[in-house]
């Protein structure tokens, strides 16, 4: 029987063997989808659209920043929206750890006139839009801490706010768009990058009578928990897990010995947080 064929990169090709029952075109569709799997993925940025924002003692332009990832099947957009100062505060932050690295991405300047021209809004959208672009194509900025902060800061505080004001329903709207953004940007964060996140989803589920929803989100976030030595949300996290498995019914007798063991581990340590103590002291 002969052998598979391989190309330099090691990846299989459908090679027509004799006697296939595959047609040239079925070849052809099932070639498209190994390429398209061996696509890399990428981040893209746009912006769309700005508007402009009056208040009483202030005016002023918000951008609509959209986040997608090429050479993926992760094809949703998800936008949030930013005003020029939010991008002057990021620079900021990025130069006092990467000013070599910055020399030649440059931020547009501070417009001193016409700020609200259609013509001054236009150009510096596009600016900004290659802005994001070019700090993406800088392999230490794509990879820092700083980077998802951008996107998700304001959404964060937002969501935590709600959530302390016991409001869980826009909380958890925020929260998700907030997710969607890093699970986009995961590739190049450390995975703990969603687990306050995903913390913050479970206490809403929840608090809203979602169970089910409460108890699959504590789920995902436990595994990474574990592996990068969160302690201070792996209790909660177990306790929470334990307490929804119960009434729904789930298979809990190992998240429950794993939660006596530490807690015998931990025994004369500091009392430990609900996962919601833990959630709102993320953001106080």
């Given at each position: 029987?002969?052998?598979?064929?391989?190309?330099?990169?090691?990846?299989?090709?459908?090679?027509?063997?004799?006697?296939?029952?595959?047609?040239?075109?079925?070849?052809?569709?099932?070639?498209?989808?190994?390429?398209?799997?061996?696509?890399?993925?990428?981040?893209?940025?746009?912006?769309?659209?700005?508007?402009?924002?009056?208040?009483?003692?202030?005016?002023?332009?918000?951008?609509?920043v959209?986040?997608?990832?090429?050479?993926?099947?992760?094809?949703?957009?998800?936008?949030v929206?930013?005003r020029?100062?939010?991008?002057?505060?990021?620079?900021h932050?990025?130069?006092?750890?990467?000013?070599?690295?910055?020399?030649?991405?440059?931020?547009?300047?501070?417009?001193?006139?016409?700020?609200?021209?259609?013509?001054?809004?236009?150009?510096r959208?596009?600016?900004?839009q290659?802005?994001?672009?070019?700090?993406?194509?800088?392999?230490?900025?794509?990879?820092?801490?700083?980077?998802?902060?951008?996107?998700?800061?304001?959404?964060?505080?937002?969501?935590?706010?709600?959530?302390?004001?016991?409001?869980?329903?826009?909380?958890?709207?925020?929260?998700?768009?907030?997710?969607?953004i890093?699970?986009?940007?995961?590739?190049?964060?450390?995975?703990?990058?969603?687990?306050?996140?995903?913390?913050?989803?479970t206490?809403?589920?929840?608090?809203?009578?979602?169970?089910?929803?409460?108890?699959?989100?504590?789920?995902?976030?436990?595994?990474?928990?574990?592996?990068?030595?969160?302690?201070?949300?792996?209790?909660?996290?177990?306790?929470?897990?334990?307490?929804?498995?119960?009434?729904?019914?789930?298979?809990?007798?190992?998240?429950?010995?794993?939660l006596?063991?530490?807690?015998?581990?931990?025994?004369?340590?500091?009392?430990?947080?609900?996962?919601?103590?833990?959630?709102?002291?993320?953001?106080?």
């Open positions: 029987m002969a052998e598979p064929q391989t190309d330099t990169e090691g990846v299989l090709n459908p090679e027509p063997l004799c006697g296939s029952s595959l047609t040239t075109k079925e070849l052809q569709q099932n070639w498209r989808v190994v390429k398209q799997r061996e696509r890399p993925v990428r981040l893209l940025f746009e912006i769309p659209s700005a508007r402009i924002m009056e208040q009483a003692l202030s005016k002023y332009v918000v951008y609509e959209v986040v997608m990832r090429s050479g993926s099947f992760d094809s949703r957009r998800v936008s929206e930013r020029y100062s939010d991008f002057l505060r990021f620079h932050k990025l130069l006092e750890e990467f000013s070599e690295e910055l020399e030649e991405v440059l931020l547009p300047r501070k417009l001193l006139t016409g700020n609200f021209c259609p013509e001054s809004i236009q150009e959208r596009l600016a900004l290659d802005y994001l672009a070019k700090l993406y194509a800088t392999r230490c900025i794509r990879h820092s801490p700083l980077f998802p902060v951008f996107f998700t800061e304001h959404e964060q505080k937002r969501a935590h706010g709600l959530l302390r004001a016991g409001q869980f329903e826009p909380a958890l709207e925020q929260l998700q768009t907030v997710l969607e890093q699970e986009k940007l995961l590739p190049w964060q450390r995975p703990t990058l969603i687990v306050p996140t995903l913390s913050a989803l206490v809403c589920y929840r608090d809203l009578g979602e169970l089910e929803q409460a108890f699959t989100t504590a789920q995902r976030a436990l595994p990474v928990v574990r592996r990068y030595g969160l302690k201070h949300y792996r209790v909660p996290l177990l306790e929470l897990l334990v307490d929804q498995g119960y009434q729904l019914g789930r298979p809990v007798a190992q998240l429950q010995d794993e006596s063991t530490l807690k015998d581990s931990e025994r004369g340590e500091a009392a430990c947080r609900s996962l919601k103590e833990v959630v709102i002291h993320e953001f106080i």
